[in-house]
DNA sequence: TAGTGGTCTAGACCACAGC
DNA sequence: CTGTGGTCTAGACCACTAT
């Protein structure tokens, strides 16, 4: 394995920061400088510690360093490479707009239409009592009940997305909501259908560490975040009517909101 | 040091799930649970070896993958804490409202005005050109320059956000943008009055892990990602008039946006 | 001074990928 | 088969915290 940063290999060994972090840093400068592109084999850990004169912990803590950094990953039996930049989709703050209600396209599909083909893969429907949280956000009494929708959303074949979406169930009962083809335009198409015409989204945006098994099911590399995106809907009467919470792979996404000046 | 994990503290050697990971998971569980709650402290690493009868490096590889996940940190000579998590800070979509100026507030104290007492504690202004990405916010031609405000904003005391702004050259040059204090209102108050009435905002939003000058500069502990935000401000006139990349610490922020269904 | 986590060494055996 | 990373052991010295 040829690398740069092997023939540059040097460390000091009492100059305050430690060895490994030293070692770390000689990689982060060479992939920012493009010296090493996505795909890119690091030399391996045998290599590393010749190259250094550190042992293997050494080693392994320098690049254990940069997979939390989601800089690189390690592959089994294989090497360490830098880690590919899948393609960023960008979602636009109208990707809810009824015009894509009203040509049959469901909320993911309307988001990801220009972006691949779109599928599912896990799907649960049940009527449940909702979390404290969920039931806030839709302003329900205690001890009513939401039909829940879980599902896992893929783009080409790869997972991107979990989304649980909630709907009161004295608005869902009985109708397509509950069916796991909810139809074409989707559950929003539903909705107004039975009167309750949407007025108004409000979306809310965090981003923390993944749980092991949200990292399993969107078969995440360590080091990269999610975005959890919470959405309201809310119909003319000002009537909370569902809400949705998505879990995206942060770096595979980037959100767009336009809003006036007012 | 008592800990409920502690007592039960048992491993299976031979169940094919490393052992490192199987204390890991014992910890999250009680973690999840509401048996470890912010700030408690966890068994010292001996402590572990003892009760898990394990090595050193088994423990501490538990340890810092739960350390990667955020939920816990590691506090020298002292031992390994849940970690505290701040209050979130929720922002709105209409911080930017023209009405904050008009009561003189700039965009990141309208922002905050409930949430803290802000400050900027590192302030750099300079005329320089733009890099590609920000030339291509602000339409500009090559060789055009832009006024860059870089600083860090504080909250009771505490780094929360970087932040960049750019605004044209021609727009900004002798203005009070190229001061510290950009005045009453902030630089938008500045545009409005020299006749760039905003119309628009466009916000875009990722997630990433930070880089480590980013986790200096915000004392993110790690397993902490960053929120990037990106914003441009469009006159009347469909001029990009200004743009602004911030660096915000995940987990202490909640990003809210409204928007009608059309 | 005793206890904590931070760094480092020098081994070992394993599962997996690729030839 | 060889080479890769994944896991684990059993030590060592250090800087820092608390008392």
Redesign the pocket.
Known sequence: ?ESPVAKSGA?E?DSG??????IAEQFRAAIRSGELVSGD?????????DEF????????????EL?AEGLVV???????FVRARPPVRRLASDRFARRHRERGLAAFSAETEHLGEASVDQFECAREHPTARTRDLLGLRPRMKVVARRRRYLLDGEPVELAESYVPLDLAAGTAIEQRDAGPGGIYARLEESGHILAEFVEEISARMPTPEERLRLELPSGTPVILLTRVAYDTAGRAVETTDTVKAAGRYVLEYRFPAE
């Open positions: 394995m460390v060994r920061v430690p060895v490994f972090r030293q084999q690091l030399p391996s850990e045998s290599q590393l510690m004169g550190v042992a293997r912990m050494t080693v392994r803590n320098a690049l254990s997979t390690p592959e089994r039996g294989r090497g360490v």
